[in-house]
């Protein structure tokens, strides 16, 4: 049982080694990580927020308030048509998702079921009782809204929360209608809560085509930077006449979509009656000349500045536009959801803060730190002063499991979060079961009177079905904990769980290898344990 | 020469005291219960939504007296001040806001605190909504401003208009809304004296969710480690260590009723890792009481538990210490955050080692594992086969 191949020798040796490579660039001084590859400084655990600091939101999508608003926009709309056909309806109310429309007499309902049921494919109308019918959007187009809502939530957010691109937030959908927002260091919660819920500004400027460079500003125009979606604008600034078109409160919704004919990707979008009039009268007198889309999202951002400016082409009216190009499909999905962003489509709320000032994570690291060092010290002494040179070996053993759950941390690039910290602890505390087991055993089989090789064979087979069963349980109380967990309990979770699997490695082939290769050497007539 | 913290090899009737152990387990088990129905859980933001700040003074140590005075003052229900470390750090929590008509009249003092008393905010006759007293009209530095000294988004501000405003917003998330204000108040009232080192807010719905998810938790994890022994050992076995592990569960949590100790996520995290550990020990047990089923077929059940405890008892006792001065180790230096999960452990470890013996393998005496042995059950053990 002692005797380990050659390969198994070099297959224990490699993965050690491998380990330390991966925990080395977490320990490495910044100095020295400079000179090794982007890809190697990279490889590295990323620090929770409870330890670099940081802010953590959840947030509620007012999702049904979209609802209510639209289905008010539907009661319009089912009036009108069925007051076309002479049918009178009373006070509809909305329910749900959807509103529920009285008629007034109800020999009219089942001609008024087929004129709703022909008004739009995405709504679904039904009788209920006698004289009411329930008009809603169906099943698929209330998932289809409520994702369309959260995705654009998310990206608002994203614009907002990370101007820049540097601060790497985690922003994700949560459930049917949360996000999850975290971004690490920043100092005042305060501020960025503020700067979540606030209002965007979307405007269509003409772009002042007359304007020559070098000539002076005229003061009906303005020069603003102009940031296109593929960054391929051939000039960064562009200048556009002050007057607004139509405000962005006026543009109802903006579709990603296909011309017919050409098939290439194209946007197209929609105008309240008013917005739709103001867009006809300024496109019909300036074909030809660009239309300069400007988005305002405060001085944090830069102020306003131009997202897209296409040209033209012909008198746009009927409140329905497309706005085509040499565009990706990406790129029409990106500028479609631009362009609603102007605000937030729903009220995010936050129901769940959690913030941490950095110098609180730098105590918290201290003191994680000192924690398990003396840990892992007091556990060192006990285990040599009970198990003399084997207990050395343990400690060995101990000392590589921790290397390695850096290593599979940074390889899976999980965050280490306090409780993460204590799970390692832990981990040192528990990780020496399996080396206990071991050398008990061991002493039973020497108290049994076996051999010093035999009793070592013995003690590493018999000890296995424990140590594995021991180590499996705990793993199913790991795992579940990290299922249902969240943030820095997870990362307690992770590193408990992680810490149980290479505890297998360490202590049954690690120190194996070390207990058979120093019988190898020492060939000992006593087992002295 | 290594040392031997127990003899070698150990004779200790340990089941021939399981009546008394069942009793006081049974006993304890039962006071938990009534305890946590009775004086309550000290159940943390995490469970029972609220608002904690943990703050720092700016300069020397924090006046407890003054920072109790000054946040009764603010009219936000029950707030407690837990004072740690030696730098002037106090930790305040703040129950959690109900939104009733008490947060508005904060807000309402904060904004007009910060813009003049002509801003006015109270309830809206009806319904949840606001009404908002604007002296002229609105524009966006104004916006900010308020949305700086209310919480309230921006976007729920009107966008045009002076006078008297209404804000619609649900009863729900105006409750939530409160939250906040709770937060603006508490900074408010500290900022000059303390920096704000950590804010944490739950808000009435995630509370209740987090506490029935962590529920859930428990009983997935107990169970599906039940289900796992059943399935390596037999069915006994199952349930024993499902009974060992409610017992720890139950009397660890009866151990957080009886200090008051905050209930919270890493509280329910020790909670499972409780069970993690107690199992784990009680399956080193099992796995000794398996194999000496097989190894002696005529000695009666009694006898054989005691002797496989008995095997095992230098290990457990090794791996209880280990764990158990790592938890000291992190009770002592880890920090305010990880103190109530290390103590946790720490009565965990302990109860978890003896629920392995008393509980989990005497459950195995009453539970016909080896029926046609029963009638031994009553002779004292047999030395003589311990020793062959």
């Known amino acids: 049982m002692l005797h380990f191949r050659r390969w198994q020798t070099w297959s224990i040796l490699v993965v050690c080694l491998l380990s330390i490579l991966l925990a080395l660039p977490n320990t490495l001084p910044a100095n020295v990580l400079a000179w090794l590859p982007a890809w190697y400084q990279k490889a590295r655990i990323h620090l929770g927020l409870d330890l670099r600091g940081g802010a953590h939101f959840l947030l509620e999508v007012d999702i049904e308030s979209v609802f209510r608003q639209k289905a008010e926009g539907l009661i319009d709309q089912a009036r009108a048509e069925l007051r076309k056909a002479n049918i009178q309806i009373g006070v509809a109310r909305p329910q749900g998702t959807g509103v529920i429309v009285p008629l007034r007499d109800p020999a009219d309902l089942s001609r008024a079921l087929e004129i709703l049921r022909g008004l739009d494919s995405s709504l679904q109308a039904e009788a209920v009782g006698d004289r009411e019918i329930k008009l809603a959007p169906s099943e698929v187009e209330v998932r289809r809204r409520e994702q369309q809502i959260i995705d654009q939530s998310i990206e608002v957010l994203r614009r907002r929360v990370d101007p820049t691109g540097t601060t790497e937030p985690t922003i994700q959908r949560q459930g049917s209608n949360r996000i999850l927002l975290q971004v690490p260091g920043i100092d005042d919660p305060q501020d960025l809560k503020n700067r979540i819920n606030k209002t965007a500004k979307l405007a269509f400027h003409m772009v002042n085509e007359d304007f020559q460079p070098g000539q002076s500003m005229p003061s009906n125009s303005e020069r603003l930077p102009y940031v296109d979606q593929r960054g391929t604008a051939e000039n960064p600034q562009i200048v556009v006449l002050r007057r607004v078109i139509v405000g962005g409160e006026d543009l109802t919704d903006a579709q990603a979509t296909f011309d017919q004919q050409t098939h290439r990707p194209i946007i197209s979008f929609a105008f309240t009656t008013a917005g739709g009039r103001a867009f006809c009268t300024a496109t019909g007198q300036n074909v030809g000349k660009r239309l300069a889309i400007v988005l305002d999202e405060g001085p944090q951002y830069g102020g306003r500045k131009v997202i897209s400016a296409p040209v033209v082409q012909g008198s746009i009216c009927g409140g329905h536009g497309i706005i085509t190009g040499s565009f990706t499909t990406k790129e029409t999905n990106e500028l479609a959801l631009l362009l609603r962003s102007g605000a937030l489509p729903a009220t995010l709320t936050v129901i769940e803060e959690r913030s941490v000032g950095a110098d609180l994570g730098a105590d918290a690291i201290r003191a994680g730190t000192i924690a398990a060092l003396i840990g892992a010290a007091l556990v060192a002494v006990f285990m040599i002063a009970i198990y003399g040179f084997f207990g050395v070996l343990s400690v060995v053993a101990v000392a590589f499991n921790v290397v390695m759950i850096f290593a599979v941390m940074s390889a899976l690039q999980a965050s280490l979060t306090l409780p993460g910290i204590a799970g390692i602890v832990l981990t040192i505390g528990m990780a020496v079961d399996a080396n206990v087991l071991i050398y008990e055993r061991i002493r039973e089989e020497k108290a049994a009177g076996r051999t010093a090789l035999s009793a070592l064979a013995a003690g590493f087979e018999r000890a296995m079905s424990a140590i594995i069963d021991a180590n499996v349980t705990t793993l199913i109380a790991g795992l579940l904990l990290f299922g249902f967990g969240s943030g820095p309990i997870r990362g307690f979770a992770v590193t408990l769980s992680v810490g149980l699997i290479t505890t297998l490695f360490t202590a049954v082939l690690l120190t194996r290898l070390m207990v058979s290769e120093w019988y190898r050497r020492a060939r000992p007539a006593q087992l002295n344990i | ?388």
């Open chain 2, 1 to 388: 020469m290594p040392l031997h913290l127990i003899p070698a090899k150990t004779n200790f009737d340990f089941l021939g005291k399981r009546i008394p152990a069942l009793v006081l387990s049974t006993i304890i088990n039962v006071l938990s219960l009534v305890a946590v129905f009775v004086v309550g859980l000290n159940f943390g933001i995490d469970f029972k939504g609220g608002v904690a700040v943990e703050v720092k003074a700016k300069q020397g140590a924090a006046d407890l007296a003054e920072l109790r005075h000054v946040l009764d003052g603010l009219g936000l229900g029950e707030v407690t001040l837990q004072e740690f470390g030696s730098g002037g750090e106090v930790l305040v929590r703040v129950q959690r806001q109900e939104g009733g008509p008490e947060c508005v009249a904060i807000a309402a003092r904060l904004l007009s605190k910060s813009l003049g008393p002509e801003f006015k905010l109270a309830a809206a006759s009806q319904g949840a909504g606001l009404a908002l007293t604007l002296p002229r009209g609105i524009d966006d530095g104004t916006r900010k401003r308020i949305s700086d000294a209310t919480g309230l988004s921006e976007a729920q501000l009107p966008r045009t208009g002076s006078g008297v405003q209404r804000i619609d917003i649900s009863a729900d998330q105006r409750a939530e809304w409160c939250q906040q204000v709770a937060i603006l108040a508490v900074k408010d009232a500290l900022a000059d004296k303390y920096d704000f080192r950590r804010t944490e807010s739950v808000g009435p719905k995630v509370g209740s969710e987090l506490l029935q998810t962590g529920i859930i938790a428990m009983l997935a994890t107990l169970l599906a480690i039940a289900a796992y022994v059943w399935f390596r050992f037999e069915w006994q076995f199952g349930v024993g260590a499902l009974i060992a592990l409610l017992h720890d569960v139950v009397s660890t949590v009866g151990v957080f009723v009886l200090f008051q100790l905050d209930f919270s996520l890493t509280a329910l995290a020790a909670l499972l890792t409780i069970a993690g550990y107690s199992i784990n020990d009680t399956v080193v047990v099992f796995d000794r009481v398996r194999e000496n089923l097989r190894r002696y077929k005529r000695l009666a059940l009694v006898d054989i538990l005691n002797v496989s405890i008995n095997e095992t008892l230098s290990r457990t006792i090794m791996t209880s210490s280990t764990v158990f001065v790592a938890c000291v180790a992190l009770a002592l230096f880890g920090g305010p955050v990880l103190h109530s999960f290390a103590i946790g452990m720490l009565w965990g470890v302990i109860v978890g080692t003896y629920s392995s013996i008393w509980i989990a393998c005497a459950g195995l005496v009453y539970m016909n594992l080896r029926p046609e042995r029963m009638r031994g059950e009553d002779k004292p053990a047999k030395t003589e086969v311990a020793g062959r």
